[in-house]
């Protein structure tokens, strides 16, 4: 299987975004067309992995888990939204629209911070022709407020010194940002 992005519970439990079932070429495309590509999956040492019922969607890509374990916030890539899961039970119980969101940390104000790439997909597929570049695609962070799934941006960037930025992770005063491609981090 191909995942992408992995929480943990305080229990022990781990829960995890699965992309694809496998790698092919012929899911990836499948799935760039909206067709469900994969899920939310749980796994516990007493149950095993279990997929989550009712997160099927087309490549979910990032997570986090709220600090009472109760919600999972999954960046559901192609569909162009955030969802609120009820770790438990998988129900979606809250919704956010927000294109081509990659990773997401929880900042130290309680709003989950997401990266958003702004660029087309030809753009990002440039970026693969010279990793050790800086990548030029645009990306935003924006900030969600985990209760109300509202959001907004924080910061938008384009070009040089770094581009395709996949997470921002706020640390003791200052953001930092990494990306999919490319020999640097931004700050």
Not at 12 to 37: E, H, V
Not at 91 to 118: E, F, K, M, T, Y
Request: charged share 15%; net charge negative; hydrophobic share 45%.
């Amino acid at each position: 299987t191909f995942m992408n992005d992995v929480v943990g519970f305080d229990n022990g439990d781990i829960a995890y975004t699965r992309m694809f079932p496998s790698l092919g070429m012929w899911q990836q495309a499948k799935s760039m067309l909206g067709f469900a590509s994969g899920e939310l999956w749980r796994w516990s040492k007493q149950q095993g992995a279990r997929a989550l019922p009712g997160t099927e969607a087309s490549q979910p890509n990032g997570l986090e888990i709220s600090a009472d374990n109760r919600y999972l916030f999954a960046n559901m890539y192609v569909e162009g939204e955030v969802w609120k899961v009820d770790a438990r039970s998988g129900q979606i119980v809250g919704r956010a629209p927000v294109a081509s969101v990659d990773n997401s940390a929880w900042g130290s104000d309680g709003r989950l911070w997401l990266v958003r790439h702004a660029a087309t997909l030809p753009q990002i597929i440039a970026c693969f022709e010279d990793q050790a570049a800086p990548c030029p695609a645009p990306f935003e962070v924006i900030a969600l407020d985990p209760d109300s799934m509202s959001h907004h941006v924080l910061f938008s960037h384009r070009g040089a010194p770094m581009g395709a930025a996949t997470v921002a992770v706020p640390q003791n005063g200052r953001v930092y940002l990494g990306s999919f491609v490319g020999d640097r981090l931004l700050s």
